[in-house]
């Protein structure tokens, strides 16, 4: 299993980046697939998750009504759609998905065994 995340970078306060995270071992059938971020400093933390079979979407407080995540089954790609972007989504950004099935408590990091490598967002002017 192997995921790949990108499309980070430099954003003004305010602005938009729309990450991408593909599984290129593997379809995301019936499996929870995540973002996460860590700040540095701080521990990483849930940003939302989709449940690939019927589109589940959940979401962090912090987040909810500036990101999306959606995902595109033809491509195999799950993706997190951020707008009015602020200092304090500067992180680096992981998507994570599990191995066979949805994890109830998909806002922990210890539910995903399939992690990409991170791609960075820093918001600043």
């Known amino acids: 299993v192997q995921l790949q995340a990108s499309g980070g970078g430099l954003v003004q306060p305010g602005g938009s980046v729309k990450l991408s995270c593909t599984d290129s071992?593997?379809?995301?059938?019936?499996?929870?697939v995540a973002w996460f971020r860590q700040a540095p400093g701080k521990e990483r933390e849930f940003v939302a998750a989709?449940?690939?079979?019927?589109?589940?979407?959940r979401y962090a407080d912090s987040v909810k009504g500036r990101f999306t995540i959606s995902r595109d089954r033809a491509k195999n790609t799950a993706y997190l759609q951020m707008n009015n972007l602020a200092p304090a989504d500067t992180a680096v950004y992981y998507c994570?998905?599990?191995?066979?099935?949805?994890?109830?408590?998909?806002?922990?990091?210890?539910?995903?065994?399939?992690w990409g490598q991170g791609t960075e967002v820093t918001v600043s002017s």
């Open positions: 989709i449940r690939w079979s019927d589109n589940n979407l």
């Open positions: 994570a998905a599990t191995t066979h099935s949805w994890n109830v408590q998909y806002y922990n990091v210890h539910s995903y065994a399939n």
């Open positions: 071992g593997r379809t995301f059938t019936n499996r929870g």
